[in-house]
T-cell receptor, first 115, second 109 residues
Framework: DTAVSQTPKYLVTQMGNDKSIKCEQNLGHDTMYWYKQDSKKFLKIMFSYNNKELIINETVPNRFSPKSPDKAHLNLHINSLELGDSAVYFC??????????????FGEGSWLTVV | DAKTTQPNSMESNEEEPVHLPCNHSTISGTDYIHWYRQLPSQGPEYVIHGLTSNVNNRMASLAIAEDRKSSTLILHRATLRDAAVYYCIFTSGTYKYIFGTGTRLKVLA
């Protein structure tokens, strides 16, 4: 069983569309994250949820809206997609946040291409 | 945000040891040092972490300087499958795992 799974793995869409990426973790973790990795391979945190509560919201455009229906799921919805949104989006989870010693587990990534 | 400094790239011959350095001069006394690696077209994966003492696991060893301002990830015998970007991070008591630019390790056959 995949610990952190995200769908879809690949997504090609046109500018202006709205799309969602889903993420599920079966590790029983309390905290989930979304990271964005751009073409320069820089991995940047976007959001973090702890027990369905938003605890980190970096300077991300309002077009990005995370939703956590329960602590095992964290979905990312993107409105009005722009060319600059093309990137790899990684979902991740950890036990009770980034406290000392906790390990973060990543999904395999969702490759988003906006044309 | 927690800052680490790593060389952009390193090369190693297959079957030889590799020492990947990291500077983290702003680390506090309670922050753990974590190492992750990202293989091509995959998400980052955990390698090792430690607080003060050197640590060993099946993947690697972690040597932490006495003042904790730097650490070194040691791969004892590099294989082609170890070619990846290696990230050194610490959490600075927040909910964030902040990744730097990492070190791209190239392993030569």
């Amino acid at each position: 069983d995949t610990a952190v799974s995200q769908t879809p793995k690949y997504l090609v869409t046109q500018m202006g569309n709205d799309k969602s990426i889903k993420c599920e973790q079966n590790l029983g973790h309390d905290t989930m994250y979304w990271y964005k990795q751009d073409s320069k391979k820089f991995l940047k945190i976007m959001f973090s949820y702890n027990n369905k509560e938003l605890i980190i919201n970096e300077t991300v455009p309002n077009r990005f809206s995370p939703k956590s229906p329960d602590k095992a799921h964290l979905n990312l919805h993107i409105n009005s997609l722009e060319l600059g949104d093309s990137a790899v989006y990684f979902c991740a989870s950890s036990q009770v946040g980034a406290f000392p010693g906790n390990t973060i587990y990543f999904g395999e990534g969702s490759w988003l291409t906006v044309v | 945000d927690a800052k680490t400094t790593q060389p952009n790239s390193m090369e190693s011959n297959e079957e030889e040891p590799v020492h990947l350095p990291c500077n983290h001069s702003t680390i506090s006394g309670t922050d753990y040092i974590h190492w992750y690696r990202q293989l091509p077209s995959q998400g980052p994966e955990y390698v090792i972490h430690g607080l003060t003492s050197n640590v060993n696991n099946r993947m690697a060893s972690l040597a932490i300087a006495e003042d904790r301002k730097s650490s070194t990830l040691i791969l004892h015998r590099a294989t082609l499958r170890d070619a990846a970007v290696y990230y050194c991070i610490f959490t600075s008591g927040t909910y964030k795992y902040i990744f730097g630019t990492g070190t791209r390790l190239k392993v030569l056959a």
